[in-house]
């Protein structure tokens, strides 16, 4: 079997309110998360809802490329 093209891939999700503002006036920084993702089964980026600490409250969370 080759190991180049795993099925489940790495993938981080990024704060898309803190990237649209650049930087909180606050603290500076951008929230991540990391997870898994099937290749097959989800071809579309992901999106889900996470707590950021620099927003401080729960947004949208976008696939970034690595």
Same mark, same amino acid.
């Given at each position: 079997?080759?190991? /180049?093209?795993?099925?489940?891939?790495?993938?981080?999700?990024?704060? &898309?309110?803190?990237? #649209?503002?650049?930087? *909180?006036?606050?603290?500076? /920084?951008?929230?991540?998360?990391?997870?898994?993702?099937?290749?097959? &089964?989800?071809?579309? #980026?992901?999106?889900? *809802?996470?707590?950021?600490?620099?927003?401080?409250?729960?947004?949208?969370?976008?696939?970034?490329?690595?």
């Amino acid at each position: 079997m080759a190991k /180049g093209k795993d099925v489940r891939i790495r993938v981080i999700l990024e704060c &898309s309110s803190c990237v #649209q503002k650049g930087a *909180n006036e606050e603290s500076t /920084g951008v929230s991540r998360y990391s997870t898994q993702k099937n290749r097959h &089964s989800t071809p579309r #980026q992901l999106e889900f *809802n996470f707590f950021c600490r620099y927003c401080r409250k729960h947004t949208t969370h976008h696939e970034i490329k690595k």
